[in-house]
């Protein structure tokens, strides 16, 4: 049990919880659920808030990589090119900070039978449980804050939604602005003051801090921001 503890010591950095996956300490750490894997090939087990903990619990491997990439070979044909860009797109989220922006939103609208949820499964596969990770953008699927924490800790992974909008208008709106804001969620203390962010090497405001979303909808969303007077 001693030797147990002191490797578990040395594989866990005890004073570091993150709040949020992907890059962190200036992208030179990438976090995932069960690990974190740093620029020099090192990698440690992840500590992670419990909050995050519970919103990343369907985030795991499953299966081997050929087998992945052998059923991806259904959308290897011309007429399925928007399919692999979204696909592709949820995979390579986690360059999007090189952009320069903060986040963007990837909406799959079109017929019913076009393979809309199956590309957005797909897509969700390749980070976790295809079905049980994405979000249900139903009404009754999950509740605004929810929505907006699950945001915040996939962080440089992408947040699939399925049925985006059967959300209300206006939530629909505050979700796709909140995508490209930068920054970590204010929060006031129970005597009122702005809790921490958290130090440093963890905040989710840090210049790594990029999101990316691809969501899954019957019409497009483009014209949702147009209602909305604010800015």
Known sequence: MVAYI????????????????????????????????FEDGTVKLSSLTDGARRASQFICKRGDMMSQIALMDFYNRPEYLPNQFAILCGLGSIFFYATGNH???????????????TTLYTMAGLWGDPVLWPINGTGGGATPKARAQRVVTNANLPTP??????????????????????????????????????????????????????????????????TSTSR
């Open 103 to 117: 986040g963007v939103v990837v909406n799959m609208s079109g017929d019913s039978g076009v393979s809309k949820s």
């Open 6 to 37: 002191s490797q578990l010591q040395k594989d866990l950095d005890a004073d570091t919880q993150l709040a949020h996956l992907g890059w962190s300490d200036g992208h030179r750490q990438f976090t995932l659920p069960d690990a974190v894997y």
């Open 161 to 226: 939604v399925d049925e985006i909008t059967h959300l209300p208008v206006k939530e629909a709106i505050d979700l796709v602005m909140n995508i490209t804001q930068p920054g970590h969620r204010l929060r006031l203390g129970t005597d009122g003051s702005e809790k921490a962010a958290g130090a440093p090497k963890s905040r989710a405001c840090q210049p790594s801090w990029r999101r990316s979303e691809l969501r899954k909808a019957p019409r497009t969303l483009a014209p949702l921001p147009a």
